[in-house]
């Protein structure tokens, strides 16, 4: 099973800052198969990212995915009142599918 | 648009057994795989298991001895049987719409929760 390790777990920001989280991945991940999520209290997730970097639909472009085999990142440019959230990055690989532990991001 | 609506007993005793129910409306139930997410109260997401259009299953090996699922394409409706439940599957159940290329979920249903309590 291929863990993924979500950094840093907690993002204390001001609206309008940058944020980067980070996804590694215990063993190479193809950039196919790798997506990010939004979750918000009381709500479903809702899919940012799919394929490491191509944004979901209806997705601002002030999101971004990068990364390769084992790191992946999601870029916040300009965080907005909306994007304070919890942000998980998930997996496919070998028939199965994991989900790292979460990266919340709080107002300071 | 396409929209899950899930439902199930949302109530239940240590060693019986889960059982949810996610109808797939608006879209195509093929050629697209169809999951189930779990939540615990306070904690992270936990991938159950999928299954395709033809029946063909994959199970978390975590939960794979207690977890069958089934699909009826004719009612565009995909199910989920936990058994010997405990406590520790107290949480909520999503399920979701993943695309076969890329196995990113885009349609998620709203939740169902479900609590394990003697």
């Known amino acids: 099973e291929i863990v993924l390790t979500q950094s840093p777990g907690t993002l204390s920001l001001s609206p309008g800052e940058r944020a980067t989280l980070t996804c590694r991945a215990s063993q190479s991940v193809s950039s196919s198969h790798l997506a990010w999520y939004q979750q918000k209290p009381g709500q479903a997730p809702r899919l940012l990212m799919y394929g490491t970097s191509v944004r979901a639909t209806g997705v601002p472009d002030r999101f971004s995915g990068g990364g390769s085999e084992t790191d992946f990142t999601l870029t916040l440019s300009g965080l907005e009142p909306e994007d304070f959230a919890v942000y998980y990055c998930q997996q496919y690989g070998v028939s199965s599918v994991t989900f790292g532990g979460g990266t919340k991001v709080e107002i300071k | 648009q396409v929209h899950l609506q899930q439902w199930g007993a949302g109530l239940l005793k240590p060693s019986e057994t889960l059982s949810l129910t996610c109808a797939v409306s608006g879209g195509s139930f093929s050629p697209y795989y169809w999951s189930w997410i779990r939540q615990p109260p306070g904690k992270g997401l936990e991938w159950i298991g999928q299954i395709d259009h033809r029946g063909d299953t994959d199970y978390n090996p975590s939960l794979k001895s207690r977890v069958a699922m089934s699909a009826d394409m004719s009612k565009s409706q995909f199910s989920l049987s936990l058994n010997f439940v405990t406590a520790t599957d107290t949480a909520v159940y999503f399920c979701?719409?993943?695309?076969?290329?890329?196995?990113?979920?885009?349609?998620w249903g709203n939740g169902a929760t479900v609590s394990v309590s003697s």
């Open positions: 979701a719409r993943v695309h076969p290329a890329s196995y990113h979920m885009d349609v």
